[in-house]
């Protein structure tokens, strides 16, 4: 075991996994957090725990994954290279290593422009892939980003990073997939997968490099609320693909939120199906209150407890 | 090249406002390229000025000069003896060439007529690109000769995030993805396998403008 988390337990005992994702509160009301989290609570192996996402100025995700180990729930708490610099982001691992975290998701982050303080200074002192060569090197070595230093203690971390392969060039994803783990990444979460046809196919080229025994892939879905959802992901976010017949079959449904989550879950069961992948990762933007129902119509409960 | 732009007019009044006689400087390299700071804009520019302050009642006078480079001590001393006549300068070089006159001319308030904005090439007639950031380690070999340092919005060594989308970047539409860009030109190369290779993080602490002032010294140049 690298970090004994459960979601590693789970994942090397060969069995499905299920993640969630917990995006923080924009102030420090901690109700909000405890809401989202109890809506997950039991039917996730592990929650994300979001850092500032699309630049959005919210509570740390260091401080959010301790309130959930706090209520007995496993985050996977997210860093961004966005934000802070190696020496920062190697402080703050020591920092949430030591508060019990130990699951975490290292990411480039969502550009600064994105979000509510247009005006900072973004940092990217080191990219998504360095940062998973430095908290491998951290745990397994012990030892400082690119140094001799010595740590005092022990780092243990399931190291995670997201992949997108619904993003161009299309043919170099699964280079930068095999880039992250000559790095030393445990487990992938994917962007949200609505072009099954395209998902597929980097799946395949993932096999045909035999990369899916190298790493734990777990896919990721996110329930469609409504047609207007639909539309507006398709147009305005750059590196997601909804195909045509799904706008339509969400836009025409009577009711289109129940059609989103049965989508969702008939998702599930076909990526359940593909050779490499271990587990989904469920992004369900605020509307928690469904990942019980998805995960119950999909026939992922209950979860495994593993001691 | 450096690229630069003219500060908005009211900005530049509102420096010479205490002023009744200025020099404008302007640059014959860099900003005379990309048509910010040259003789041409020295003179569109200071008869904006005149009539300017004509307009509110207090005139003022503006001399003229340009420098075939005003960022080399030998050309800026010879504007010397029209410094002595005036109360100010503006002067439409870059940031550099402000600052060479700021080291020679160390009593005379000089004030900058330009934004200095990049360091970049002439994709076509008025269009200007980013290009460099002048970041102290470069590598172009590496990337197939496109800098990611200056033309990926995050600075990725080990690009593309997942916000390239059909060649462009996510942060600006009209932007190509600096790695879209990358990948096209190994391929076009049969260098591929040279995306495979992890390039490690940047030294910035040590190469770049994070180590405090860069400077260069050459003893074998040195009188």
């Given at each position: 075991m690298k970090a004994g988390s459960n979601l590693e337990k789970i994942l090397s005992k060969g069995l499905f996994a299920v993640t969630g994702e917990l995006g923080p509160p924009k102030g420090n009301d901690v109700s909000v957090v405890k809401r989202k989290a109890d809506l997950l609570r039991g039917y996730v192996d592990a929650v994300n725990i979001t850092d500032n996402q699309t630049a959005i100025v919210r509570m740390s995700s260091i401080a959010t994954s301790t309130l959930l180990l706090q209520m007995g729930i496993e985050p996977v708490m997210q860093m961004t290279t966005r934000d802070r610099n190696r020496i920062a982001i190697q402080s703050d691992i020591f920092g949430a290593t030591a508060l019990g975290i130990k699951n975490i998701l290292c990411l480039t982050g969502d550009h600064h422009t994105f979000g509510n303080q247009v005006d900072s200074k973004n940092v990217h002192d080191i990219d998504s892939i360095q940062l998973i060569d430095c908290v491998k090197t951290m745990r397994d070595q012990g030892t400082l980003m690119g140094g001799e230093e010595k740590i005092e203690g022990k780092i243990e971390l399931f190291i995670g990073a997201a992949e997108n392969p619904f993003a161009d060039p299309f043919e170099f994803r699964v280079i930068r997939l095999a880039k992250k783990i000559k790095a030393g990444v445990d487990f992938i979460q994917t962007q949200c997968i609505y072009d099954m046809k395209r998902f597929k196919e980097w799946m395949k080229m993932v096999r045909d490099r035999g990369l899916h025994e190298k790493v734990h892939i777990l896919a990721g879905v996110t329930p469609l609320k409504s047609g207007g959802m639909a539309r507006y992901m398709a147009k305005n976010v750059s590196g997601i693909i909804i195909p045509e017949e799904i706008i339509d079959r969400i836009v025409k449904a009577k009711k289109p939120a129940e059609e989103g989550i049965k989508l969702c879950v008939e998702q599930i069961q076909e990526l359940k199906e593909i050779e490499g992948i271990h587990g989904v990762h469920i992004m369900a933007i605020e509307w928690e209150q469904m990942v019980s129902q998805i995960t119950e119509m999909a026939g992922l409960l209950p979860r495994p407890k593993i001691e | 090249m450096i690229k630069a732009e003219q500060k908005p007019i009211d900005e530049i009044l509102r420096s010479i406002d205490p002023y009744n006689k200025i020099l404008l400087s302007g640059c014959g390299a860099c900003v005379t390229v990309c048509h910010a700071g040259g003789e041409k804009e020295v003179g569109l520019l200071a008869s904006a000025l005149r009539m300017a302050r004509k307009k509110i009642g207090k005139p003022l006078e503006v001399l003229e000069a340009t420098a075939p480079r005003q960022c080399e001590p030998e050309f800026a001393l010879e504007f010397s003896e029209m410094i002595e006549k005036v109360e100010a300068v503006v002067s439409l070089a870059c940031g550099v060439g402000v600052q060479t006159l700021v080291r020679h001319f160390p009593k005379m308030p000089i004030f900058p007529g330009v934004n200095t904005t990049f360091l970049g090439e002439t994709i076509t007639h008025g269009l200007w690109e980013e290009r460099c950031q002048a970041c102290g380690n470069c590598i172009l070999d590496k990337t197939g000769g496109i800098c990611p340092i200056s033309r990926c919005a995050k600075q990725l060594l080990n690009g593309p995030c997942g916000g390239s989308s059909k060649g462009k970047c996510e942060i600006k539409k009209e932007a190509d993805c600096a790695w879209q860009l990358i990948y096209d030109r190994l391929n076009a190369l049969g260098?591929?396998?040279?995306?495979?290779?992890i390039i490690p993080a940047k030294r910035w602490g040590v190469e770049s403008r994070d180590s405090g002032l860069r400077r260069i010294i050459r003893e074998d140049l040195k009188i």
């Amino acid at each position: 075991m690298k970090a004994g988390s459960n979601l590693e337990k789970i994942l090397s005992k060969g069995l499905f996994a299920v993640t969630g994702e917990l995006g923080p509160p924009k102030g420090n009301d901690v109700s909000v957090v405890k809401r989202k989290a109890d809506l997950l609570r039991g039917y996730v192996d592990a929650v994300n725990i979001t850092d500032n996402q699309t630049a959005i100025v919210r509570m740390s995700s260091i401080a959010t994954s301790t309130l959930l180990l706090q209520m007995g729930i496993e985050p996977v708490m997210q860093m961004t290279t966005r934000d802070r610099n190696r020496i920062a982001i190697q402080s703050d691992i020591f920092g949430a290593t030591a508060l019990g975290i130990k699951n975490i998701l290292c990411l480039t982050g969502d550009h600064h422009t994105f979000g509510n303080q247009v005006d900072s200074k973004n940092v990217h002192d080191i990219d998504s892939i360095q940062l998973i060569d430095c908290v491998k090197t951290m745990r397994d070595q012990g030892t400082l980003m690119g140094g001799e230093e010595k740590i005092e203690g022990k780092i243990e971390l399931f190291i995670g990073a997201a992949e997108n392969p619904f993003a161009d060039p299309f043919e170099f994803r699964v280079i930068r997939l095999a880039k992250k783990i000559k790095a030393g990444v445990d487990f992938i979460q994917t962007q949200c997968i609505y072009d099954m046809k395209r998902f597929k196919e980097w799946m395949k080229m993932v096999r045909d490099r035999g990369l899916h025994e190298k790493v734990h892939i777990l896919a990721g879905v996110t329930p469609l609320k409504s047609g207007g959802m639909a539309r507006y992901m398709a147009k305005n976010v750059s590196g997601i693909i909804i195909p045509e017949e799904i706008i339509d079959r969400i836009v025409k449904a009577k009711k289109p939120a129940e059609e989103g989550i049965k989508l969702c879950v008939e998702q599930i069961q076909e990526l359940k199906e593909i050779e490499g992948i271990h587990g989904v990762h469920i992004m369900a933007i605020e509307w928690e209150q469904m990942v019980s129902q998805i995960t119950e119509m999909a026939g992922l409960l209950p979860r495994p407890k593993i001691e | 090249m450096i690229k630069a732009e003219q500060k908005p007019i009211d900005e530049i009044l509102r420096s010479i406002d205490p002023y009744n006689k200025i020099l404008l400087s302007g640059c014959g390299a860099c900003v005379t390229v990309c048509h910010a700071g040259g003789e041409k804009e020295v003179g569109l520019l200071a008869s904006a000025l005149r009539m300017a302050r004509k307009k509110i009642g207090k005139p003022l006078e503006v001399l003229e000069a340009t420098a075939p480079r005003q960022c080399e001590p030998e050309f800026a001393l010879e504007f010397s003896e029209m410094i002595e006549k005036v109360e100010a300068v503006v002067s439409l070089a870059c940031g550099v060439g402000v600052q060479t006159l700021v080291r020679h001319f160390p009593k005379m308030p000089i004030f900058p007529g330009v934004n200095t904005t990049f360091l970049g090439e002439t994709i076509t007639h008025g269009l200007w690109e980013e290009r460099c950031q002048a970041c102290g380690n470069c590598i172009l070999d590496k990337t197939g000769g496109i800098c990611p340092i200056s033309r990926c919005a995050k600075q990725l060594l080990n690009g593309p995030c997942g916000g390239s989308s059909k060649g462009k970047c996510e942060i600006k539409k009209e932007a190509d993805c600096a790695w879209q860009l990358i990948y096209d030109r190994l391929n076009a190369l049969g260098q591929l396998h040279k995306l495979e290779e992890i390039i490690p993080a940047k030294r910035w602490g040590v190469e770049s403008r994070d180590s405090g002032l860069r400077r260069i010294i050459r003893e074998d140049l040195k009188i």
